[in-house]
Structure formats: C-alpha cells, structure tokens
C-alpha cells in the first residue's frame, strides 16, 4: 500500500485519552440543574439505574461491545432516564451531553497526537474522524475542536448521528462516500480491536492499532500494525520506500 490519501482516526483513547468513565460524578453534575425531583433520588440512585439500563443492552461491555451495532443516543437514554423516575432537568439536549461528559469523563489529547496532525497536515494527507460514540454530534465536534484547535478533519462522523456503529461496515462506507476515496486510499486508527481494527480490515481499510492511551485488555497480534507513539506510526509512514510487507488480521498481505 501507498502512502494513504487520507487517515481516518477513533476518538476515545486515541485523538483524546479520557479518565475512567464516573457516571456518579457525570449525573451528579446534571441533577444541580433538575428543576423537579419527585422522589428525591441521589446521583448514585440514578446512575444505578442507568447502569442496569446499559446491561440490558450489553452496551458497554467491552467482551459485548462490538455486537452492539446500531446506536442508542444519548438523547433517547436520558430522556428515559430522567422522566422515568420523575426528574426534570432545565437544559437542553446537548447541554445534559456536554455537563455529563465533561464531569464522568473529561480527556485530553494524547501524547504527540498533535504533531502527528501536523505531520499529515504537511504532507497534504487528509484526515478525519469515525466514533462509536452516544452524545450529539455538535458536543462531539466541539469537544474535538477545543481540545485539538489545529486540526483539519474534513469531517466527524458519529454513530450517534448517523445509527451505524463499528464494526458495522456501512459506517466506514460513509466515510468513504464523503472522502470520495476507495478504501485501499484509506488508512483507520484506533484502540479497540473489535471495533477499530478488524472493522476497517473488513471494510477494506488499512488498519494501525494504536495502544498508547489503551484502556481495555490488550493481547498481543503480530499480525496487526501496532503502534504505542505517534512516532512509531508515522515512521511506518515514511518506510513505504523499503516496502515493508505486513499481514494483516487473517492473512491478508499488504504492501506499505
């Protein structure tokens, strides 16, 4: 494979390593803004029932999670949530995204994410983003611009937005379709195997699994690009001379 045309990147624990998920503290941060408690619930009595919610729905575990293909918005969850329990909450949509996040899960960018961006920048590889992800789309976006203000992401492509989530192939295929590029042009990174790796592989893409900032159990696959830098992979980039040959997942062979 040539040098790509474009690198599509994850979000979580790859653009931006987030602290371990506290939804107490997240819920805790909405209920200041409840305008009508009927039962007078704790932060912890409505997480744990969001949390039972979730495990109906296998939704985040991570044995589960790549069976989980079609998205449930953050908007369809906590509207449930609160009114089911006979809470109203005086913010709109986005702004319950937003104090949520910010408070269960805050981020930062990953160590030498930025000047990777700036590298492809240089070289004109294009770049955006594809995200298994439940907030709305606008909280995503600003989240990513804020925190990565130099970035040329031509577009944020979230499930929540758009219903499909990795591994599901009809996600990258819309990738594609706004990039105007086949998939061999297309490299995608990310942290989750499941999801990120073999769901690019399958959807034609060339797959670099990135595990600097990796929050889930990693097993060692000598078969799959794997990076733990930024630096490792954009010195991948600049072997394409060499033609260094990789196998990748099962036995697809491919030429960098």
Same mark, same amino acid.
């Given at each position: ?115 990777? #961006? ?55 295929? #819309? ?29 034609? #893409? ?39 040959? #990789? ?10």
């Amino acid at each position: 494979m040539k040098t790509p045309k474009m690198v599509l990147f994850d979000y979580g624990q790859t653009l931006i390593a987030e602290r371990k998920f506290d939804g107490v503290k997240g819920t805790e941060a909405v209920l200041q803004y409840a305008t009508r408690n009927k039962y007078h619930l704790s932060a912890e009595q409505v997480q744990a029932k969001a949390n039972e919610i979730s495990r109906e729905f296998g939704r985040f575990d991570p044995e589960k999670i790549h069976l989980f293909q079609i998205e449930i918005s953050s908007t369809m969850f906590a509207s449930y949530l609160y009114e089911s329990q006979g809470i109203e909450i005086a913010l709109s949509n986005a702004q319950i995204d937003t104090i949520f996040w910010n408070a269960a899960a805050p981020g930062t960018p990953t160590e030498g994410i930025k000047d990777f #961006l700036e590298y492809l920048k240089n070289k004109g590889i294009r770049t955006g983003v594809i995200s298994n992800i439940s907030y709305e789309h606008s909280v995503v976006a600003e989240r990513i611009n804020r925190l990565l203000p130099e970035n040329a992401f031509e577009f944020i492509i979230t499930s929540s937005n758009f219903m499909f989530r990795k591994p599901n192939k009809r996600i990258f295929d #819309l990738a594609l379709e706004k990039a105007e590029l086949q998939p061999n042009e297309v490299w995608y990174i990310g942290d989750q195997y499941e999801c990120d790796i073999k769901g690019s592989f399958n959807a034609g #893409l060339f797959p670099v699994w990135y595990i600097g900032a990796i929050d889930l159990p990693y097993i060692e696959d000598k078969n799959i690009l794997t990076a733990k830098t930024w630096s490792e992979v954009e010195q991948y980039m600049g072997e394409k001379d060499e033609a260094l040959k #990789l196998k990748v997942i099962d036995e697809r062979e491919v030429t960098i």
